[in-house]
């Protein structure tokens, strides 16, 4: 199966890495030149021509910019006629995608930068319709990311604010962490190490473990001890309002931008 990923960025390099080394055939399409040279680097497949790409897949993977979305379909129009097309781009309804691509069978999903590593969530929708086979490849595909699943498009705004957004509220911790280390006198490198760890043992504490974040706390917790020490101090600072604002204004902007694209 022949997949062309449209658009070489950040997102578009981490997908064809991780889906040439799930053994998929790969082409990436990328518009500038230098780009062009840094994927060839990386071994990938790439040209400039984004109509040749698309006519050679089975299946395209829209990882341009939301603004470029419209004029990148109406290029690769009739060359994704009935094929498979999965578009990443933020804040780009089914609907719009259907509009700008009627022949193409079109899956809208919101991955993370945690592509590069097959750690993504990775949420998806599809248009009515997709046979049970298409599904099963658009699955397969996604699941070269990390985690897949398949979600109301109502939610879409809400995951990429939650989870598109993710990596970077976690590296503002991890970053937070480092400083904390710092202050207290540890290397750098091992702060590092420290708070890169801290994220993925309590992440594999909820998940293979089925702990709840509360659970884990408590058991950290021994009365009269260190880490009520610390989260006595943590406590002075609304850390749950400040996410839950973060992602409510993440999720208005991406709405803003969805009523943008679609004229409103
Ligand atoms: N970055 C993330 O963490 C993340 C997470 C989830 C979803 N996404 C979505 O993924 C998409 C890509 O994001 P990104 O961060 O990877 O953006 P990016 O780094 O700007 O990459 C997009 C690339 O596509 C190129 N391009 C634009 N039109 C093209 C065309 N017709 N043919 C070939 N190449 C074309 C752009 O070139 P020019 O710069 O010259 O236009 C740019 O190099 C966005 O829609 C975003 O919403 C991103």
């Known amino acids: ?69 419209e004029s990148t ?21 089914i609907d719009s995608l259907k509009r700008l691509a009627p022949g193409a069978k079109v899956v809208r999903a919101m991955p993370n930068l945690a592509v590069a590593v097959r750690e993504s969530f990775t949420a998806y929708s599809a248009e009515q319709g997709l046979k ?30 939650l989870s598109g957004c993710a990596p970077a509220y976690m ?3 991890a970053e937070a962490m480092i400083y904390a280390g710092l202050e207290a006198g540890l290397e750098r490198s091992l702060a590092l190490k420290v708070a890169a760890q801290a994220m993925i043992g309590t992440g594999k504490l909820i998940l293979e473990g089925q702990k709840t974040p509360s659970q884990i706390r408590d058991m950290v917790t021994t009365p009269g001890g260190v880490t009520i020490e610390g989260l006595f101090e943590l406590e ?12 409510k204004a993440a999720m208005e902007k991406s709405r803003k931008i969805t009523l943008a694209l679609s004229g409103g």
């Open 171 to 173: 590296a503002l911790i």
């Open 236 to 247: 002075k600072v609304p850390i749950r309002h400040a996410f839950m604002s973060a992602v």
């Open 1 to 69: 199966m022949i997949i062309a990923v449209i658009g070489g960025g950040v997102i578009g390099e981490a997908v064809a890495r991780n889906l040439t080394l799930s053994g998929y055939d790969v082409i990436v399409a990328e518009k500038r030149s230098e780009r062009i040279r840094e994927l060839e680097n990386l071994g990938l497949r790439v040209t400039a021509d984004s109509k040749m790409a698309a006519r050679q897949a089975d299946v395209v993977i829209l990882c341009v910019k939301p603004k470029d979305v």
């Open 73 to 93: 379909l109406k290029e690769i129009n009739e060359e994704i006629e009935g094929k498979l097309l999965i578009s990443l781009a933020a804040a780009v309804t």
């Open 132 to 161: 049970p086979e298409e599904s099963e490849i658009v699955i397969n595909l996604l699941r070269s990311f990390g985690v897949v699943e398949k979600i109301d498009e109502s939610y879409m705004d809400a995951i990429t604010a």
